[in-house]
């Protein structure tokens, strides 16, 4: 099973932008991401972007069928169509990581408690100069 998970977090909220991404197949960690964003944004915006940054690298390995996990139960449940996109600037990151889980033969999307995605909270937290888990 290919598996991406991802998280993001703002510090403060709205500040400086973190993500993390982790690619695993078989439970094997093929390839992290742990990146600061430009510009000042919301952890929601954070969320979004590493999602879509998820969803790039997948598609850059050519992986075709994948289990998206996360612990933001707002972008899980924006994406997956359960609740409305209220904010005007989520809904091009929306937008965009709807049109990228479409090129994949097969996509779930589900939220996990954030114990079960500590490897990418502790990867988003690396980029703000945290040495725990934050987001």
Do not use: C
Request: aromatic content about 6%; charged content about 25%; glycine content about 8%.
């Amino acid at each position: 099973m290919k598996v991406i998970q991802f998280d993001g977090g703002a510090v403060p909220n709205p500040g400086t932008r973190g993500i993390g991404v982790i690619l695993l197949e078989d439970n094997h960690v093929l390839k992290e991401i742990s990146r600061k964003l430009d510009g000042i944004g919301t952890n929601n915006e954070a969320e979004y972007s590493a999602l879509i940054e998820g969803l790039k690298q997948a598609l850059a390995l050519g992986w075709t069928d994948i289990l998206v996990q996360g612990d933001s139960k707002l972008v899980v449940n924006q994406v997956v169509g359960s609740w409305k996109v209220n904010k005007d600037n989520l809904k091009p990151l929306n937008a965009e990581a709807k049109a990228l889980l479409s090129k994949f033969q097969y996509a779930k999307v589900e939220w996990i408690p954030r114990e079960q995605n500590a490897r990418a909270d502790a990867a988003a937290s690396r980029t703000l100069g945290f040495d725990e888990d934050r987001f």
